[in-house]
């Protein structure tokens, strides 16, 4: 049986080919060309790998609000406690909020992650089984193909992460379903692999890639040894291998310098920003205008979504940001016209969002850029990782390295044990908000989703509570999936 969404569309001489969904199973679609011809030379091959990067960053299922990998970060934090819906006013990621959407086999936040994931696999396999036939140096060959290893392994861990339940280190092996392993071009239906079985590919596959990918690069908007390692230290992370997510974060930050509390207030969308590892850069001719990241997540655009129902944070977790914390300008408690940037028209909440800012004030360009990884990032996964291993002094200095850049005022935590874990998840949850961790984070950590006493608005948020382990946190496989696929089995409904 055919499996619907192992899209084999390969993309060169343009950022991008797409195809209609009845074309998903054709193996040469209108839009393309065969994969020899795509690989004949690594010139063509770095054009069909920058396609996969644009698969990333298209509309899918004709829904602005479905953008690619940036939708799905704003999406999996409105699943978290912190991302608040301002205003009953709200029109999108409602069913999000309330966990509605992610557990309808029929709902477009089901198939969306699963169809854009798969889609960057399927080219990446045509990737790897054809680079190493280009004509071209060999250098290029390596450098096309570790990006191409490194992007199926990242979209995997993204894709066993929604879909299969938590990684848990100490009931190895992890034999819960996982997702399918395609590793071929091929669009045969596969049954779903263990997750353990997903996460050891994972790794291969970032390994692989950190072999064969140099630090050097031309643009941030593609995976180089550093953001590969990056990607290993995530996955360590998440597999409680504590040692390894240290090691990596270590190394992968190595090069990039935490940005000053002046670039702080930049408003996270300049791909140029010293500390940002891994983004989209959003140029003139690739805008989603009204479906962009910062269509959704900025203060100042001039959209409905904007206007009427900004974003807030959490207010719990607001007050225990200390005022000298450069952070605690991403927000405001008490917006006035004086101290809060919003579009014309645009209402003030409190706690409001102005983290994500694009130039203009209304901005009616939505081009700003989008971070996918950034150095702060790995001083948080390595502090949390040395404090999981005892190494609570190495952890402090760690975290101090961090914190410290954003309040001047603060000083080397004495806190040991769960303390200073807690110090670390609060620094977090503040630095990384907005940027698609949230949901995950309390997946990975079995915690608990919590609202209550927050700013939560009770009738759009709905769900204030879900205990760890639920199986509501896995999404369900898209129901067009499993009719095309009878190999495929559904999560527990």
């Given at each position: 049986m055919k499996n619907r969404f192992l899209i084999v569309l390969v993309a060169v001489f343009s950022m991008f080919a797409t195809s209609c969904e009845n074309t998903y199973l054709d193996t040469a679609p209108t839009a393309s060309v065969d994969a020899a011809s795509a690989y004949a030379t690594t010139k063509n091959a770095a054009a069909a790998v920058n396609g996969i990067y644009r698969a990333l960053i298209v509309r899918y299922l004709s829904s602005q609000g479905h953008s690619g990998h940036p939708a799905m970060m704003i999406i999996l934090d409105?699943?978290?406690?912190?991302?608040?819906?301002?205003?009953?006013?709200?029109?999108?990621?409602?069913?999000?909020?309330?966990?509605?959407?992610?557990?309808?086999?029929?709902?477009?936040?089901?198939?969306?992650?699963?169809?854009?994931?798969?889609?960057?696999?399927?080219?990446?396999?045509?990737?790897?089984?054809?680079?190493?036939?280009?004509?071209?140096?060999?250098?290029?060959?390596?450098?096309?193909?570790?990006?191409?290893?490194?992007?199926?392994g990242?979209?995997?861990?993204?894709?066993?992460?929604?879909?299969?339940?938590?990684?848990?280190?100490?009931?190895?092996?992890?034999?819960?379903?996982?997702?399918?392993?395609?590793?071929?071009?091929t669009t045969e239906g596969l049954p779903r692999a263990t997750v353990e079985e997903v996460y050891t590919q994972i790794n291969k596959d970032l390994t692989d890639a950190a072999a064969l990918l140099p630090s050097a690069r031309s643009f941030k908007s593609h995976i180089n040894l550093e953001v590969a390692k990056g990607i290993l230290a995530r996955v360590a992370l998440t597999q409680q291998n504590w040692a390894a997510a240290a090691k990596y974060a270590a190394e992968a930050r190595a090069g990039f310098t935490l940005m000053s509390q002046t670039q702080y207030q930049d408003g996270f969308q300049d791909i140029s920003n010293p500390e940002w590892m891994w983004g989209f850069d959003h140029l003139e001719d690739q805008s989603e205008f009204f479906g962009g990241y910062h269509s959704y997540i900025s203060c100042n655009y001039n959209s409905t979504v904007i206007r009427t129902y900004p974003k807030a944070v959490n207010n719990l977790l607001y007050d225990k940001i200390p005022a000298t914390d450069i952070r605690a300008k991403m927000w405001v408690k008490a917006p006035t016209a004086a101290n809060s940037i919003v579009p014309p028209g645009g209402?003030?909440?409190?706690?409001?969002?102005?983290?994500?800012?694009?130039?203009?004030?209304?901005?009616?360009?939505?081009?700003?850029?989008?971070?996918?990884?950034?150095?702060?990032?790995?001083?948080?996964?390595?502090?949390?990782?040395?404090?999981?291993?005892?190494?609570?002094?190495?952890?402090?200095?760690?975290?101090?390295?961090?914190?410290?850049?954003?309040?001047?005022?603060y000083t080397l935590s004495t806190s040991t044990g769960a303390k200073l874990l807690d110090e670390i998840y609060f620094n977090r949850r503040i630095e990384l908000w907005g940027e698609g961790f949230r949901f995950l984070d309390l997946k990975r950590l079995n915690q608990p989703l919590n609202r209550n006493g927050t700013n939560h608005i009770a009738s759009i948020a709905v769900?204030?509570?879900m205990p760890a382990g639920d199986k509501q946190w896995e999404f369900l496989l898209p129901r067009r999936e499993l009719d095309a696929n009878k190999a495929m089995v559904q999560n527990p409904l």
């Open positions: 409105h699943m978290g406690e912190d991302m608040v819906i301002g205003t009953t006013a709200a029109s999108w990621h409602v069913g999000e909020t309330r966990w509605t959407a992610h557990r309808s086999d029929v709902n477009t936040v089901t198939r969306f992650p699963y169809e854009m994931y798969y889609r960057v696999i399927g080219n990446a396999n045509i990737a790897i089984a054809n680079i190493d036939n280009s004509v071209g140096p060999q250098a290029d060959k390596d450098r096309l193909k570790g990006e191409a290893l490194a992007l199926r990242w979209a995997y861990f993204n894709l066993v992460q929604l879909y299969g339940k938590r990684y848990d280190a100490a009931a190895k092996p992890n034999s819960q379903p996982g997702v399918a392993l395609v590793l071929t071009p209402v003030r909440v409190p706690y409001i969002n102005q983290k994500f800012r694009l130039p203009g004030t209304p901005s009616t360009s939505a081009m700003g850029d989008t971070p996918y990884m950034r150095a702060a990032e790995m001083y948080l996964i390595e502090a949390e990782a040395k404090a999981k291993l005892g190494n609570d002094a190495d952890a402090a200095k760690v975290l101090f390295d961090l914190v410290s850049k954003r309040d001047a005022s769900l204030f509570d």
